[in-house]
């Protein structure tokens, strides 16, 4: 019998692994929807900061295709801007020498036979050999035209031996499990499930990363990692910012959609998988998904106590008067979307059985924080004669995820002197003081990553369907309760009163304040 075999082909010390080039292939990027926020805020300045950092390819060039009639001159003039003062300014000016614009509606076949005319001539000039990168920037309707077109024109297809083709999709991927079945249909037609990149931009952020590096390369954390010595996680995601100019998308998903499904699912997983076989794309992806087979959401039976959402009414932050959800520009009226949701659920495996996970996210909170504090159990007694247990803090892990990324760990310590009094103490690792930078843009990772062709940090199928497959009765019963299901909390605050009460009644309090 032939045996199982786990091809090694090199093994590496720290420091040789750690300066193995990561040098992309020359590459054409396509990026549709390209004047719109996500490029300006998000893509250009990542592609910018890859150049800076001398990550980009030999050669490449970007081509922005979108509606709006520009040369290409305003187009570069409009990216300039985006970059503000970071670098020089010939470094600026060499980079946006990359850029060109192609003007179309993404529903014409016109629009991609100039497309595929432009980006023959520009393989030419870079020496590409037809590796390309098509960006779906757009909103989200306009997905499934532009991947039908892309394929239909033949530009989807990989044009030389040594071509690569790959797509990359922003979020959100549907609106429910049967919209992001549709629409992975409709792409499976033309890609391969080895060419997509589903984004999640919170899987680009270091610290996001280094749970993996934390839990798997260091010893003394596995054998505490379990229902046997932690007691509860609490994943928070909070944002001080209202809804700001995107009340047209934010009206149709909510919180749950907008931060649930994604971003928070991803770092539960992260916190609660298995050890996968190795750091590549695919074992680190089926652990993700074995975790989401075995959540368990509150049962429909549970939804009213174990679900809590809110809007945000009028309030302060920062000594700044906050407007209410329902008033903020493009919001309806008599809107039931809801800005704040607090869950708890566990995950039915040998590993977590009993140990509940609350998960927490919500707009106009009093500060923009995202963090997993993982809470271990208390020491079974106290030998300090007089005082209870209860007085002693268990220990608490936190992964601070933004801003300040770093982590911590609070213990209990003896203060100096004769006298037996104890008290909490954190032990803190900064990202930026332990490695004097801070840490990249989560997207400039995530563009080098899909250069490299490497899909680690990127959803895969059926992990979206998992997590889609959780979520859908959540919606259907926010659906159902409307209003009376919905709990305002003042911009501010830190979410309706319930959200505190649902930790409470297990004897439990929120630890990201
Ligand atoms: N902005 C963010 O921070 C952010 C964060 C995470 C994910 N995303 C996702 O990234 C994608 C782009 O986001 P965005 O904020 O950049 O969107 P956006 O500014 O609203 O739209 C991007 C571009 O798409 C085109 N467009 C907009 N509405 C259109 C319509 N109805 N029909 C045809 N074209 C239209 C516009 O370009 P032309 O008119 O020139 O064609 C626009 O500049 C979305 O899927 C969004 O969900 C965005």
């Not at 590496?12 to 996500?38: H, Q, W, Y």
């Not at 509860?232 to 998903?253: F, L, P």
């Not at 749950?256 to 050890?275: K, S």
């Amino acid at each position: 019998m032939a045996a199982a075999s786990t091809v090694v082909s090199k093994v590496f010390t720290k420091d040789e692994l750690c300066a193995l080039e990561r040098a992309p292939a020359p590459c054409g990027i396509v990026i549709f929807g390209a004047s719109g926020d996500l490029a300006h805020r998000k893509l250009f300045p990542a592609l910018f900061s890859l150049v800076l950092d001398h990550l980009m390819p030999k050669d490449f060039y970007v081509i922005g295709v979108g509606r709006t009639s520009l040369t290409d001159v305003a187009f570069q003039s409009g990216v300039r801007q985006a970059l503000g003062t970071v670098g020089t300014a010939e470094e600026r000016a060499e980079f946006i020498s990359h850029l060109t614009y192609l003007s179309g509606e993404y529903h014409l076949e016109a629009t991609y036979a100039a497309l595929g005319k432009r980006l023959a001539g520009l393989d030419e000039v870079h020496q590409t050999h037809g590796c390309h990168i098509f960006y779906l920037a757009t909103p989200p309707a306009l997905y499934e035209v532009i991947v039908g077109l892309l394929g239909s024109s033949g530009l989807a297809a990989a044009r030389s031996s040594r071509a690569c083709t790959r797509l990359v999709v922003e979020k959100p991927f549907g609106h429910d499990l049967s919209s992001a079945r549709d629409l992975n249909v409709a792409i499976r037609r033309v890609f391969q499930e080895d060419q997509i990149y589903r984004i999640d931009h919170y899987l680009g952020k270091e610290t996001v990363q280094n749970i993996l590096m934390f839990r798997f390369a260091n010893a003394i954390y596995e054998p505490v990692w379990n229902e046997k010595y932690i007691d509860h996680v609490q994943i928070t995601a909070a944002e001080s910012d209202g809804v700001e100019h995107r009340a047209g998308y934010y009206e149709q998903a909510g919180v749950l959609r907008d931060m649930f499904q994604n971003h928070l699912l991803q770092l539960l997983c992260l916190v609660a998988m298995e050890p996968p076989a190795s750091f590549d794309a695919d074992a680190v992806r089926n652990e993700k998904s074995k975790v989401m087979t075995a959540v368990s959401f509150p049962s429909a039976d549970r939804l009213g106590q174990d679900v809590i959402r809110g809007q945000y009414g009028a309030g302060e932050i920062e000594r700044e008067a906050a407007p209410a959800y329902r008033n903020e520009p493009g919001v309806h009226p008599n809107s039931f979307t809801e800005t704040f949701a607090a869950l708890r659920m566990e995950i039915d495996n040998w590993r977590w059985h009993g140990v509940p996970f609350y998960l927490r996210s919500g707009k106009r909170l009093p500060k923009r924080v995202t963090e997993i504090a993982v809470q271990f159990r208390r020491v079974p007694t106290s030998i300090f004669k007089s005082l209870v247990v209860e007085e002693l803090s268990p220990n608490v892990l936190h992964f601070r995820i933004q801003p300040n990324e770093g982590i911590s760990l609070r213990l209990e310590a003896k203060h100096p002197g004769p006298k037996v009094c104890l008290s909490s103490v954190t032990m803190h690792f900064d990202y930026t003081e332990a490695f004097g930078v801070t840490p990249p843009e989560a997207y400039a990772r995530l563009f080098l990553d899909v250069m490299l062709g490497d899909q680690t940090l990127f959803a895969r199928q059926d992990w979206l369907e998992h997590s889609w497959k959780l979520l859908d009765p959540l919606l259907q019963y926010e659906k159902d309760v409307q209003e009376t299901g919905l709990r305002s909390y003042p911009a501010g605050s830190w979410g309706p009163p319930e959200a505190d009460a649902l930790l409470a009644r297990e004897g439990r309090q929120w630890l990201t304040r």
